[in-house]
C-alpha cells in the first residue's frame, strides 16, 4: 500500500529492511570452542544514494533516549516492523517513482535509483551532495524530473486523500505503483550495470543537449568550437564527477 504521509525530511532518505540473519554468538563460540550460530532479528539500514553502505543493527538495539525512555530500532520503524512481523511485504514511504514517467524518466534510470536505494520520489527530491552525484549522468534529469513533480503537486488542492486515491486507482489499472523495498539489496557488479544502462538510456540525447548540461555545471560556459560527441561526453562525465 503506497503511503502519502508528512514526510520527515530527514528519514525519508533512510529505509530500514527487517530481516531474520544467522549470526555467530561470540560469547557461546568461545565457551562451546566451536561456532555457535543463532537466528536473530536484525534491520539493514539503507541510504539513498549509497552504494555500499547499509549498516546492519539488532531490531532491539538501542537507537535514542528521550527522558527515561529508551527506543529500539523497531520502534524507531514501527510500520516496516509490524509489515516484517506479520510477513507482509516492507515499503518504503512516499510516492513510487514510476510516476515520474510522465516527466520523461525511463524505466533504466528508474532501476538505477532502485540500485542506489532510492525508492522514492521524495527520497530522490530532497537528496543532496554525494548521493546525486552517485546517479552521475542522470542525476540532473531525475532531480528536475522530481522537482517538477513536486512542484505540480505542490499546486493541487493539498488534500493528500484525493491523491492516494487517484494513486490507487492508477495501480489498480495499471499494477505497476510500488515502493516494495527489495529484501537483498543489488550486488555492485548490479549497481554498475544498473548504471551503465541508464547512461545508455541518457546518451541518446542530442549533442545540442549535452551541450546545454554542461553549461549547467560550468557556470553557464558552452563547449566552444565543434567538438565531438565523445568529447561532449567526456567532458560531461568529468564535471559530473567533479560536482
Known amino acids: 500500500?503506497?503511503?502519502?504521509?508528512?514526510?520527515?525530511?530527514?528519514?525519508?532518505?533512510?529505509t530500514p529492511?527487517?530481516?531474520?540473519?544467522?549470526?555467530?554468538?561470540?560469547?557461546?563460540s568461545e565457551t562451546a570452542g566451536y561456532p555457535v550460530m543463532e537466528m536473530k532479528e536484525m534491520v539493514e539500514i539503507r541510504f539513498a544514494g549509497s552504494k555500499?553502505?547499509?549498516?546492519?543493527?539488532?531490531?532491539?538495539?538501542f537507537w535514542k533516549r528521550e527522558g527515561n525512555q529508551v527506543y529500539t530500532?523497531?520502534?524507531?520503524?514501527?510500520?516496516?516492523?509490524?509489515?516484517?512481523?506479520e510477513g507482509n511485504p516492507q515499503e518504503a514511504n512516499g510516492t513510487p517513482l514510476e510516476m515520474l514517467r510522465p516527466h520523461g524518466v525511463t524505466p533504466e534510470q528508474l532501476s538505477?535509483?532502485?540500485?542506489?536505494?532510492?525508492?522514492s520520489i521524495e527520497a530522490l527530491h530532497h537528496m543532496e551532495g554525494p548521493g546525486v552525484k552517485a546517479l552521475g549522468m542522470n542525476g540532473n534529469k531525475l532531480k528536475a524530473a522530481a522537482?517538477?513533480?513536486?512542484?505540480?503537486?505542490?499546486?493541487?488542492?493539498?488534500?493528500?486523500?484525493e491523491l492516494e486515491t487517484l494513486r490507487a486507482q492508477i495501480a489498480e489499472l495499471q499494477g505497476q505503483l510500488s515502493t516494495r523495498v527489495p529484501e537483498?539489496?543489488?550486488?555492485?557488479?548490479?549497481?554498475?550495470?544498473a548504471i551503465e544502462a541508464a547512461d545508455a538510456a541518457y546518451l541518446d540525447m542530442s549533442d545540442a543537449q549535452i551541450k546545454d548540461e554542461i553549461a549547467e555545471l560550468n557556470d553557464g560556459k558552452r563547449p566552444q568550437g565543434n567538438p565531438s560527441r565523445a568529447t561532449l561526453?567526456?567532458?560531461?562525465?568529468?564535471?559530473?564527477?567533479?560536482a
Open 184 to 193: 537483498t539489496p543489488p550486488t555492485s557488479a548490479e549497481v554498475e550495470k
Open 52 to 61: 555500499n553502505y547499509a549498516p546492519e543493527v539488532p531490531t532491539d538495539s
Open 17 to 28: 529492511v527487517f530481516k531474520m540473519m544467522n549470526l555467530e554468538n561470540i560469547p557461546k
Open 1 to 14: 500500500m503506497t503511503r502519502v504521509a508528512v514526510i520527515d525530511e530527514k528519514e525519508i532518505q533512510i
Open 233 to 242: 561526453i567526456s567532458m560531461h562525465k568529468d564535471l559530473v564527477q567533479a
Open 147 to 161: 522537482r517538477e513533480f513536486m512542484a505540480e503537486r505542490s499546486k493541487t488542492t493539498g488534500d493528500f486523500t
Open 112 to 119: 538505477l535509483c532502485r540500485a542506489l536505494r532510492i525508492y
Open 73 to 85: 530500532y523497531a520502534e524507531r520503524w514501527p510500520e516496516q516492523y509490524r509489515a516484517f512481523k
